[in-house]
């Protein structure tokens, strides 16, 4: 098998509420990555360690029962009720030690502005209704991420929600095997692909 070139990043979508995420980190780039779980999930489970949280986390949490201050300093033993581990300090040292003890829990983390330790970015994501787009530099650029979802956001319809609706109508509606039902679903989205081409090809 030939290696493969670019991004070899597997793209995945995770359930939040139902795993328990710990964010150390009670700083900017600590509100910056819970804002981020939040905006995808408002109802993801997230438990903040750090020995000075800003208080727009401390507003969050007033607003959600589902996340958890722990005001002090990160120890070992926080990371065995974790699922997804988020180190958010400036504290290089602190990362590098919490990062092997999480390897030895084959816990999955993520580093701040550290590529090298991360075993998953957070990458920007684009959400219209139940469309979502995960969008991934391979920790190269987030700034590129970040203006490539603003113009998705720009490009996608507001009724976007509406299209998959009825497309999920169509769908249970449908009759015969799995491979007639994704004929004919691609038959209708096939009118998708025509009006890109032809937005495409008109001229300026």
């Known amino acids: 098998?030939?290696?493969s070139e670019g991004n070899v990043l597997f793209p995945v979508f995770i359930k939040l509420h139902k795993v328990q995420t710990l964010v150390v980190g009670g700083g900017n780039v600590g509100l910056e990555?819970?804002?981020a779980l939040l905006k995808n999930d408002p109802e993801a489970n997230i438990t903040i360690v750090a020995p000075i949280i800003k208080n727009e986390l401390k507003a969050l949490a007033k607003e959600s029962d589902r996340i958890k201050l722990i005001n002090r300093k990160v120890r070992g033993r926080d990371l065995k009720s974790a699922d997804i581990l988020i180190l958010a300090t400036d504290n290089y040292g602190l990362h590098v030690r919490m990062k092997k003890k999480a390897e030895k829990l084959r816990l999955l983390t993520n580093v701040a502005d550290t590529p090298d330790l991360c075993?998953?970015?957070?990458?920007s994501t684009v959400k219209k209704g139940?469309?979502?787009i995960g969008i991934s530099t391979n920790g190269?650029?987030?700034t590129f991420a970040k203006r490539f979802r603003q113009t998705l956001e720009e490009i996608l319809p507001d009724n976007t929600q509406d299209l998959l609706d009825q497309l999920k109508t169509i769908r249970d509606r449908l009759k015969g095997d799995f491979n007639h039902k994704v004929q004919k679903l691609n038959e209708i989205t096939s009118v998708l692909v025509e009006k890109?081409?032809?937005n495409e090809?008109?001229?300026d």
Do not use: A, R
């Open 196 to 198: 890109g081409n032809e």
């Open 140 to 142: 190269k650029s987030p």
């Open 201 to 203: 090809s008109k001229p």
């Open 119 to 123: 075993d998953f970015y957070l990458g």
């Open 33 to 35: 990555k819970v804002e």
């Open 1 to 3: 098998m030939n290696k």
């Open 130 to 132: 139940d469309l979502k």
